[in-house]
């Protein structure tokens, strides 16, 4: 239940403003749409937990806590250390039956064009876990060095090392990746 100091209309605005940034990312990140679901959903359960302490933030600030725990819980996904998951289900009517969750599997994480299958995003995929979450925290979302470093409570230098290790990476892969699709 919610508190007084903040509405389940709060609630909804934020799952309503928040929801196709926090699945994008989760879905770059994890690669499986079953997956995402599940990491979209702990993440606003965990908004729901912590309503009072998000009662008095501002949307932005809402925004950056909503992935850093969107992260975080991709991270446990990978690590295998999932901690104790509720078996709460949001009600599919308050998703909107789903239906924005298949759009968004299906179209491309910025212009709407399907990208599965080209190169580029291919290489991307391809990315180990913490280097494939800067690059969709930078190129996808648009976060600046320092949003991403205070987002994942690691210092700038961890953040550019990781970006040089991906850019480097790619600068392998798509070449590859474009031979093979061309063929």
């Known amino acids: 239940m919610t508190s007084p100091n903040i509405s389940m209309g709060q609630l909804e605005y934020w799952l309503e403003l928040f929801k196709d940034p926090v699945y994008r990312f989760a879905l770059a990140t994890v690669r499986q749409q079953q997956t995402a679901e599940d990491v979209f959903q702990t993440v606003f359960l965990r908004m729901v937990e912590n ?14 806590w909503l992935m850093k725990v969107t992260y975080n819980c991709c991270m446990d996904h990978f690590r295998g250390t999932t901690k104790e998951q509720n078996n ?4 599919d009517e308050a998703l909107g039956a ?18 599965e299958g080209l190169p580029v995003y291919e290489a991307v995929q391809a990315l180990p876990p913490d280097q494939k979450s800067v690059i969709h925290l930078y190129y996808y979302e648009q976060y600046s ?18 970006m040089h290790r991906a850019r ?8 590859q990746m474009v031979k093979e699709y061309s063929v």
């Open 168 to 175: 480097k990476r790619l600068s392998l892969l798509i070449p």
């Open 51 to 64: 309503e009072d302490t998000l009662s008095q933030k501002s949307d932005a600030h809402v925004k950056n």
């Open 98 to 115: 789903g239906e924005w969750l298949e759009d968004e599997a299906a179209a491309s994480l910025t212009d709407g064009t399907k990208e």
């Open 88 to 91: 709460i289900s949001i009600d």
């Open 145 to 162: 060095v320092a949003e991403i470093a205070r987002l994942l409570a690691v210092q700038e230098g961890v953040i550019k090392t990781r």
